[in-house]
């Protein structure tokens, strides 16, 4: 018995010296065969039982199992340690000296870039960018705007209205802004209000569900319809380019009176008509004088303070001054797209 242990120890002193020696795979296959083959030294070991007596059989049988599972670790350790060589043998090498990658960098968006531009020309006139939230009350996105529940100039603005509150909703136009600003603060003010806004309109070329706004509010003592047209006037030449000329056409807003729609003579030609303009004239936003009712609606006396109202599709503005003609473009991440702007 005292020889078959010594025989154990002897092979498992031999099978740790060869699997840590191993480098390669062929060298490991090689140990393995030699130590846990079918006439490996772990099963010649196996066949020395039948020589012992019964009692020491079943002791000198767990030495050599024990003995086999040493073996197998000592396979499975070595295995792992060549895999992981031989990976980073594989590796590429970084040549520090070698120039780096420049990294490609974004740009933003052509709705945004508009957005801000617009916002810019209007900050140059003395105007305050003003930002409130998306989901709005019914109170503030109709009713404060001289748009009671049983008007029908409300089909004009429809909107998404959250499930189970019919007095929540997406705002269907960025004015609810106004109604908070003119809350929050009395006269003078002079603002412009960017942001989405939100309608169930037919996905087309020219319209979507989601869209961006930017709109303008000017409060104050003595303001007239002149100051309304030179301030519009002013900024078509800013976003369009100085030869471009301006129109103002009767209209109907709820919250305005008198209301009109601004046309801009045509930028591809030159007012002379086309497949674009169909007479010469683009109509771009629409505008007004603040209804009295809006006035009261927000706490202020319509027989002391005037002021002039206008809003316009960043869209649609952006798709005349870049000739794109889908607004469907700006928001399918189309990258080929994307990167003309």
């Excluded at 002791?59 to 073996?71: R, V, Y």
């Excluded at 070595?78 to 980073?88: D, L, P, Q």
Aim: proline share 6%; net charge neutral; glycine share 8%.
């Amino acid at each position: 018995m005292s020889g078959l242990k010594d025989a154990i120890e002897s092979v498992r002193k031999a099978a740790a010296e060869a699997f840590a020696s191993a480098t390669s795979p062929e060298a490991l296959e090689s140990a393995r065969t030699e130590y846990l083959g079918r006439k490996g030294q772990v099963r010649e070991l196996m066949t020395k039982l039948g020589t012992l007596a019964a009692e020491e059989r079943p002791i000198a049988g767990k030495l050599i199992n024990d003995l086999k599972e040493d073996i197998t670790r000592f396979f499975e350790e070595s295995a792992a340690t060549v895999a992981h060589g031989r990976k980073a043998q594989k590796a590429p090498i970084l040549d520090v000296t070698l120039p780096g990658t420049k990294p490609r960098m974004g740009r933003v968006h052509p709705l945004t870039w508009a957005m801000q531009e617009i916002v810019e020309i209007f900050g140059r006139m003395g105007f305050t960018a003003a930002y409130g939230p998306e989901v709005e009350t019914v109170h503030n996105n109709y009713e404060c705007l001289n748009m009671p529940l049983d008007h029908p100039s409300r089909d004009a603005f429809d909107t998404f209205f959250i499930k189970d509150r019919a007095d929540i909703l997406l705002r269907s136009h960025t004015s609810p802004v106004q109604v908070r600003s003119m809350m929050a603060a009395q006269p003078p003010l002079r603002i412009v209000v960017p942001g989405r806004t939100y309608r169930p309109d037919t996905i087309d070329a020219t319209h979507g569900a989601m869209f961006s706004q930017v709109e303008g509010l000017v409060v104050d003592t003595d303001i007239a319809m002149a100051d309304l047209k030179f301030c519009l006037d002013s900024f078509a030449k800013a976003y369009f380019g100085g030869a471009v000329r301006t129109r103002f056409r009767p209209h109907f807003f709820p919250f305005t009176e008198p209301s009109a729609e601004m046309d801009v003579s045509c930028i591809f030609c030159g007012a002379e008509g086309c497949r674009i303009c169909k007479g010469g004239w683009i109509e771009v936003l629409g505008c007004g004088m603040v209804h009295p009712n809006v006035f009261r609606a927000v706490g202020y006396d319509p027989e002391k303070y005037t002021g002039f109202a206008f809003g316009m599709g960043v869209e649609r503005l952006c798709m005349l001054k870049q000739c794109v003609n889908d607004l469907r473009l700006f928001f399918e991440n189309d990258i080929r797209f994307l990167s003309q702007f």
